[in-house]
């Protein structure tokens, strides 16, 4: 439920940054967000079209890549995905680990014309 | 022709960008902030008015209250003598920046050490809003069972401390405390533990030792 505020600072950069570069219309934004970021990015598409409107970014296509929660083994160095049931190292069986990825939540680009 | 902008930034959402005026108040005020997060029947309350009667001879404390509904839980803190604010979220299921925000002005903020607040009982979204306060505590308990940093791992990777309590009854439940610490220490390295009974009063002085500390390092930092 706190998708509509995010949704709302996603836009403000983009709006930012098509200012800076000069531009008639946001064609697509390029987001990237990771599992452990806890955002929906259904939400997040649900609230854009709300957001958007009446701004030059109206329309513009969300396009997600989103990054798996892994986990690193400080044992063995292998890297494996989150799951929830247990932290240990499919490999060496170790339980000495850290978070690897996931924690990502940035706008990685725009398009623009 | 669509040409592609680099942008590379991180979203940091309205409540961040309050959380950081709040942060900027309680440092004006001198108010060492702590976030008290947990799932309901924790024992959030319990772990406050211990922490309160222990050091409100010390310092001085104030108190912010979240609850879907009803003055309870602001009501069983401010019997012990210390200002105490109820917010009531309405349904909402954490308290966010802006909520805070509007609390603090119903505070004596000058006049205070240390604000603690305690968020609506919920192990998912208080974690992804910021408040502002200088310390976020997760407050786990024994009968919740020890799969929950496996479960709900954006909370517990999110904060400062963890406070397991209701150690007195870890005998009558199947909790493998090395189970819960391993998928604690693979999410957030180092975090600082304290188990203990609010009931009993069993760890509680550890705890209280390291929040006196934390004040008075913060009142330090300050000078």
């Known amino acids: 439920m706190h998708e509509l505020s995010i949704t709302q600072s996603i836009l403000d950069i983009a709006l930012r940054h098509a200012e800076q570069v000069g531009c008639r219309r946001i064609t697509r934004l390029n987001l990237v967000i990771g599992e452990l970021s806890s955002i929906v990015d259904d939400s997040v598409q649900f609230y854009w079209d709300f957001v958007s409107q009446d701004t030059i970014a109206a329309g513009a296509e969300l396009h997600f890549e989103r990054v798996p929660g892994t986990l690193r083994c400080l044992s063995c160095d292998h890297t494996f995905p989150l799951n929830g049931r247990d932290y240990a190292c499919p490999v060496c069986g170790q339980t000495q680990v850290v978070v690897a990825g996931g924690d990502e939540f940035r706008l990685e680009s725009i398009e623009v014309e | ?166 150690m007195d009854v870890l005998a009558a439940f199947e909790f493998d405390v090395d189970y819960f610490r391993r998928g604690v220490e693979a999410l957030n390295p180092g975090l600082l533990f304290f188990p203990l009974s609010c009931k009993t009063g069993e760890g509680v002085d550890e705890w209280l030792m390291w929040l006196r500390g934390e004040i008075v390092k913060f009142r330090e930092n300050r000078e």
């Open chain 2, 1 to 166: 022709m669509a040409k592609r902008v680099p942008v590379v930034e991180q979203i940091m959402n309205a409540n961040d960008q309050l959380a950081v005026a709040n942060r900027a108040r309680l440092d004006a005020a001198g108010v060492f902030g702590v976030n008290l997060m947990a799932s309901p029947g924790a024992g959030k309350t319990s772990l406050i008015t211990r922490t309160v009667e222990a050091l409100k001879d010390d310092f001085r404390i104030g108190a912010v209250d979240g609850d879907i509904a009803t003055t309870l839980d602001a009501d069983r803190i401010a019997a012990l003598g210390v200002p105490a604010v109820q917010i009531n979220t309405g349904g909402a299921c954490h308290l966010d920046a802006s909520m805070f925000q509007s609390a603090l002005p119903q505070l004596p903020l000058d006049e205070l050490d240390l604000l603690v607040v305690e968020n609506v009982g919920n192990l998912v979204c208080p974690a992804s809003f910021k408040l502002g306060v200088h310390c976020s505590v997760l407050v786990a308990s024994v009968p919740e069972g020890d799969d929950k940093p496996y479960k709900y791992p954006v909370m517990y990777r999110g904060v400062d401390v963890l406070v397991l309590n209701k």
